[in-house]
């Protein structure tokens, strides 16, 4: 329609709305007021709505997007890469009153078959499962001493009937088969000037039942030149859990020790409050006063009516403690720890409201309350919300933020901001346009005209990014520091 518009419509009455509206449309165009009073055509439009007249150009917006230097590799998600979980059935409602609990119903079948019964169908299992995970004995084993509790005959089973037990309650899960995206990356040590850096890359997971959990990989990167992700184990290993305390307090260390490299370590739900899914995992190497480092990675736990952000923590990637964020701030999705104290608080940056960036403080990294908004929706790309896209990177410039927005049609775009190094809470500049956008050849997918990240690497002058596309796989790109910081104002 606009397109159509001629001269002498521009002269008739119009109502102020429709001049607002005109000027949602066209966005940041530097003829729109002389459109509104003269006869310029709107000739020209880009994706997501946003429209330029034929006067404007769209140099700057096509350099900006094309700071970011594409990778070849792409990872996507493998179903073959499965893992044994508990299983644990149980009576539907209105089913229970009367009758011993299901589990005691499946022991006891499993108590009433013959030797030779027990020892075919444990056969059976160690043939069909034997390669498929390493030492499925001590797994099935483990698993039946978490539910011995409930079986007054424990102590009297024999060994090949708690092997087929734990069997039973054990589910073998493709952690990975529908999606793998929504990445973060760490570095592995800060001694490593020379040669190829090396990397633990977070991925986000989804399983049967939109289940999310979290995966890792290792690589290495060298500025400037090749990006290697190494290549997933065969096996993946569920760590033991150890659970501290009891209901919404509780604490959760996952020992990690079965798992020779990253690859084979899952983080799947293990609390009430992650029921659905531990979703978009927020890697950042934390460096504190004393010189100390620790990992630790905000999450949203989500447990299919209710998400809420938690916090994981490790000093190594061996074992982690899972821990609830309590406080009015931390009930927000999207939180992103600062990798050092500011002041000598903990800083924070979320999305309480699920549309501006707030950033906020405590001195207790389990504890957040109140907050400032601190970045609101600027441009046409992010009018619908703004978030952050993974930890603060502390560059000589000040504090480097990638963001998302989100505009028409749902579209995901990533910018970036820049905040004092002192004083987080002056935003010194940012973006006006989109430095990556989903592309005609990355938009397809579960959720498309999606790109998103978790977190970002910065060495030397250059910023490796890792990219969730479409809630679909994962992608690579990489941008010069000065470019980046260049296009911001």
């Given at each position: 329609?606009?397109g ?15 001049f607002?509206s005109?000027?949602v449309?066209?966005?940041s ?5 002389e459109?509104l009073?003269?006869?310029t055509?709107v000739t ?12 404007c ?17 792409i ?5 073959s890469?499965?893992v ?17 609990g ?14 030779a ?17 390493r ?11 978490e ?6 005959e424990?102590?009297?089973i ?13 589910n073998e899960?493709a952690?990975e ?30 399983g049967e ?9 290792t690589?290495?990167?060298?500025p400037?030149?090749?990006?290697t ?32 490299d990253?690859s084979?370590?899952?983080?799947f ?7 659905q ?8 190497r ?6 100390s ?36 701030a931390?009930?927000?999705?999207g ?8 002041g ?5 940056l979320?999305r ?6 707030w ?17 609101a929706?600027?441009?046409?790309w992010?009018?619908i919300?703004?978030?952050?896209c ?10 480097l933020?990638?963001?998302h ?18 004083d ?9 346009e ?6 005609p ?18 060495h030397g002058r250059t ?18 520091l ?8």
């Amino acid at each position: 329609m606009l397109g159509n518009m001629d001269a002498s419509a521009l002269n008739d009455p119009v109502p102020v709305p429709f001049f607002t509206s005109l000027r949602v449309l066209m966005g940041s165009c530097p003829a729109r007021d002389e459109l509104l009073l003269a006869s310029t055509r709107v000739t020209r439009s880009y994706p997501n709505g946003h429209l330029l007249c034929s006067r404007c150009k769209p140099r700057s917006r096509k350099t900006k997007q094309n700071m970011f230097k594409p990778f070849e590799l792409i990872l996507r998600p493998d179903p073959s890469r499965t893992v044994i979980r508990p299983f644990t059935p149980d009576y539907p409602v209105g089913f229970t009153s009367g009758v011993h609990g299901r589990t005691r119903a499946i022991v006891g079948r499993i108590l009433a078959l013959t030797e030779a019964q027990v020892r075919h169908d444990v056969d059976q299992m160690m043939t069909a499962f034997g390669n498929r995970h390493r030492d499925i004995h001590a797994v099935v084993l483990r698993r039946f001493d978490e539910i011995a509790d409930q079986l007054v005959e424990a102590a009297l089973i024999d060994d090949d009937r708690k092997l087929l037990i734990g069997a039973y309650f054990s589910n073998e899960y493709a952690f990975e088969a529908a999606a793998l995206f929504n990445p973060s990356i760490v570095i592995l040590s800060d001694d490593q000037n020379e040669g190829p850096i090396q990397f633990v890359l977070s991925l986000r997971g989804i399983g049967e039942g939109h289940v999310s959990s979290v995966t890792f990989r290792t690589g290495t990167w060298t500025p400037g030149g090749a990006l290697t992700v190494d290549p997933a184990s065969k096996f993946a290993v569920a760590p033991i859990i150890e659970l501290q305390g009891a209901g919404d307090l509780a604490t959760v260390t996952l020992h990690c020790g079965g798992s020779r490299d990253p690859s084979e370590t899952v983080l799947f739900p293990v609390l009430p409050s992650q029921h659905q899914g531990i979703e978009d995992l927020r890697l950042v190497r934390f460096t504190d006063d004393d010189g100390s480092i620790c990992y630790h990675g905000t999450y949203t736990a989500f447990d299919g009516l209710v998400a809420r952000s938690e916090l994981l923590s490790g000093s190594d990637f061996d074992s982690f403690s899972m821990h609830r964020l309590t406080g009015s701030a931390a009930q927000g999705k999207g939180m992103a720890l600062f990798p050092r104290r500011i002041g000598g608080r903990y800083a924070m940056l979320g999305r309480q409201d699920n549309e501006n960036i707030w950033l906020h403080y405590s001195d207790k990294i389990t504890h957040w309350e109140g907050g400032e908004k601190l970045m609101a929706p600027a441009q046409w790309w992010e009018f619908i919300q703004i978030g952050n896209c993974g930890s603060p990177i502390e560059i000589d410039e000040g504090w480097l933020v990638l963001t998302h927005g989100v505009g028409t049609v749902r579209n995901y775009c990533l910018g970036a901001a820049l905040l004092d190094k002192s004083d987080p809470s002056k935003v010194l500049a940012r973006t006006a346009e989109p430095v990556l956008v989903p592309s005609p050849e990355q938009r397809d997918g579960y959720v498309p005209n999606v790109v998103y990240s978790c977190g970002a690497l910065v060495h030397g002058r250059t910023l490796l990014l890792p990219y969730g596309v479409a809630d679909s796989f994962t992608a690579f790109a990489s941008a010069d520091l000065g470019d980046l910081i260049a296009a911001m104002s």
